[in-house]
């Protein structure tokens, strides 16, 4: 036998934290189902990287908005929304 390290819980914890970085755009969105949500709040009350990442992904996503505060013209904006309709319908 050859028993390696002892290193149990932070290698499942460090997965995890990729997991939630993943998730983190569609959990600020509010677009996923309760118990996801639950898991990553539970996972950020008790990860301190993960609340640092959280607050700076919230302070990216303000300032991406104001970007988006700029008013786009009726016209670009239906073309613009046939476009991504007409990708959608492709896929
Ligand atoms: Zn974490």
Same mark, same amino acid.
């Given at each position: 036998m050859s028993g390696s390290g002892s290193d149990s819980g932070s290698g499942a914890n460090a997965l995890e934290c990729r997991? #939630? =970085?993943e998730l983190l755009g569609d959990y600020l969105d509010g677009? %996923?189902?309760r118990p996801t949500v639950e %898991? $990553? +709040?539970w996972? #950020?009350?008790n990860c301190?990287?993960?609340?640092?990442?959280v607050n700076t992904?919230?302070? =990216?996503q303000r300032a991406t908005r104001n970007l /988006? +505060?700029?008013? $786009?013209?009726a016209e670009l904006k239906s073309r613009l929304l046939a476009v991504l309709r /007409?990708?959608? /319908? =492709?896929e």
């Amino acid at each position: 036998m050859s028993g390696s390290g002892s290193d149990s819980g932070s290698g499942a914890n460090a997965l995890e934290c990729r997991q #939630i =970085a993943e998730l983190l755009g569609d959990y600020l969105d509010g677009t %996923l189902p309760r118990p996801t949500v639950e %898991l $990553i +709040e539970w996972h #950020i009350d008790n990860c301190g990287p993960c609340v640092s990442f959280v607050n700076t992904y919230r302070g =990216a996503q303000r300032a991406t908005r104001n970007l /988006a +505060e700029v008013p $786009i013209p009726a016209e670009l904006k239906s073309r613009l929304l046939a476009v991504l309709r /007409a990708r959608r /319908a =492709a896929e």
